[in-house]
């Protein structure tokens, strides 16, 4: 079974700096995905970048990017620039690779990201 | 705004009593996930249908059902509502069923049971 860890219950960033929310992952699949989504306080759920295990380059969106470090089992989201509308909860979610759940989604316990002005 | 539609936004009910949630999938999405985020529990699959026939099923209590119906949109009917059903409960489309799909979730609807 997939399993999703984020260590940072919270972090602070200064506003126009970058940060990183870290995402370890432990999976016993040779294929596998990782993305990562933003909850703001009004409560939905936004994607926001996706990693796949083959993908050769890590994933960049914008101002996130995914350092992956696939020895490591690691998916860390990297913000920069931040702006202060980041300020949210941040998961880290992998999808099954098969059997009687293919493609749902477990996700980590979240990091809350709070922006400074 | 994901394309994902769910309603209502906020629901209000006592305990014993039976909601249905509705989503509407983006156009052209064939699966829906439903997930239900509660702050003791963190976000949790319930179930996923693709293409109207029901794919999986996580921890969804036999109280909770659903449907997907022929123009893909889907229900989350809860029924013998109990305090502990309070939670916000999402759902999702996507393309296909799989690793490289990306989930697009609705907004949710808040559940509150008294």
């Known amino acids: 079974a997939q399993k999703i860890t984020q260590t940072q219950p919270g972090m602070f960033v200064q506003e126009k700096e970058a940060v990183t929310l870290d995402c370890t992952y432990d999976?016993?699949?040779?294929?596998?995905?990782l993305f990562w989504y933003k909850q703001p306080s009004s409560g939905e759920m936004i994607f926001l970048i996706y990693q796949g295990s083959y993908d050769e380059q890590n994933a960049t969106e914008g101002r996130y990017s995914l350092n992956f470090q696939k020895a490591r089992k690691s998916a860390n989201l990297v913000i920069s620039a931040s702006q202060l509308g980041d300020s949210a909860m941040y998961f880290c979610?992998?999808?099954?690779?098969?059997?009687?759940?293919?493609?749902?989604?477990?996700f980590g316990q979240g990091t809350i990201l709070t922006v400074h002005p | 705004d994901s394309g994902v539609t769910q309603t209502p936004k906020h629901l209000i009910t006592a305990t014993g009593q039976r909601v249905t949630l509705r989503c509407s999938p983006r156009?052209?999405?064939?699966?829906v996930y439903w997930y239900q985020q509660s702050l003791d529990q963190g976000l949790q699959f319930l179930i996923h249908?693709?293409?109207?026939?029901?794919?999986a099923k996580g921890n969804i209590l036999e109280r909770f059902s659903a449907q997907q119906f022929p123009d893909l949109h889907s229900e989350l009917n809860l029924s013998s509502l109990e305090l502990g059903d309070s939670a916000l409960y999402f759902c999702a489309s996507s393309v296909g069923e799989g690793l490289t799909y990306e989930q697009y979730f609705g907004p949710g609807t808040r559940l509150t049971v008294t």
């Open positions: 999976t016993s699949d040779q294929s596998y995905g």
């Open positions: 156009s052209g999405d064939l699966s």
């Open positions: 979610a992998t999808p099954n690779a098969g059997g009687t759940s293919y493609g749902k989604l477990t």
């Open positions: 249908y693709y293409n109207g026939e029901e794919r």
